[in-house]
């Protein structure tokens, strides 16, 4: 059965004049003529049945359906050119893993630790896209995904199968100047460590996190603190953000400890707090149901043999015994 698609020059041809908004920059970067790019373009546009371009003084622009399919074409127009190259590096050997990854987790965690896995898997190269969103298998380009989330919304992601990782264990801090300016004779369990009262940490002023906007009500209920206002304070949508923001003595925020374990070392950040936040969320690792390969089965070991010797003992998770 013949596929309806049309040619890969035609949509190579409308992408390029797409971007430019001309046809004849398109034909530059292409290394065409501007009838052979105008030609490409007129036989995509007789194929679809539709108009996708209007013309203006200074060139062309997308109409409605123009735009549409101008946004569905482009990811896969960009996978065929991945696995094109993925197959010219490879040459059959090993192979490509597209993994989209929550942001802080990819540059605080995993980024450090990927030259492990290449030492291991040379012939595995890794592609990382990060999200805060749930990534959506049918609609982007990805083997798997580590999600940030509960057990229940994982288990409602459907036509997946996951893995799990490691708990999410969230801790209270600040700078050790906020604490300073607030509390001038407040006394360190530790060196990163402090054990504010109920009466003192209602005094801190907050950090939001826009994609977790309960996280401060959630942890103030858990510990039957009163706060007049869990929701306010400046808001930022990365853990990596929070850390940089409240390391500059703006406010407290509430961290995943792994993500803050260099600011704490530094004494850039305090704990302010031995109260965490309960084990209600973790990372998983996520791929479709419908497919797995020898490439997610080999990063799987690898991420849980790298989370098992990370991991700290269970009398080292409380942060009133880091001395």
């Keep these: 059965m013949r596929r309806k698609i049309p040619s890969l020059q035609a949509l190579i041809c409308f992408e390029s004049a797409a971007r430019h908004a001309s046809y004849t920059y398109a034909a530059q970067e292409l290394f065409l003529t501007q009838s052979a790019v105008s030609r490409q373009i007129q036989q995509l546009e007789e194929y679809l049945g539709t108009a996708l371009f209007t013309r203006t003084r200074h060139g ?78 049918q609609e982007q380009i990805f083997d798997a995904a580590i999600y940030a989330g509960t057990p229940q919304q ?46 003192q940490l209602v005094q801190l002023p907050l950090l939001q996190q826009t994609t977790r906007p309960n996280i401060w009500e959630d942890w103030f209920k858990l510990h039957q603190i009163q706060h007049p206002n869990p929701f306010q304070g400046q808001r930022h949508e990365l853990f990596s953000m929070l850390a940089v923001v409240a390391s500059h003595g703006i406010g407290m ?65 409380s942060p009133m015994n880091r001395q």
Aim: aromatic share 8%.
């Design 60 to 137: 062309v622009e997308l109409n409605h359906a123009g735009q549409q399919y101008l946004k569905s074409i482009t990811p896969h127009l960009k996978g065929l050119e991945q696995s094109t190259l993925d197959v010219i590096t490879h040459q059959g050997r090993g192979g490509t893993l597209k993994l989209g990854v929550v942001p802080t987790f990819a540059t605080r965690w995993l980024l450090p630790k990927l030259q492990s896995f290449n030492r291991l898997y040379p012939e595995i190269t890794v592609h990382l896209e990060t999200s805060t969103r749930p990534f959506l298998f």
């Design 154 to 199: 994982v288990e409602q992601w459907p036509g997946t199968h996951s893995h799990f990782l490691m708990h999410e264990d969230v801790v209270a801090v600040c700078a050790p100047d906020l604490i300073q300016q607030y509390f001038p004779d407040a006394q360190k369990i530790n060196d990163y460590s402090y054990d504010l009262s109920a009466e």
């Design 253 to 317: 925020a509430l961290i995943p400890q792994m993500l803050i374990e260099k600011e704490l070392k530094r004494q850039e950040l305090v704990l302010v707090s031995s109260k965490t936040l309960e084990r209600k969320r973790g990372y998983y690792l996520v791929h479709s149901s419908q497919e797995s390969s020898p490439l997610i089965e080999k990063f799987v070991d690898w991420i849980q043999q790298e989370i098992q010797g990370s991991l700290p003992s269970e009398s080292e998770l």
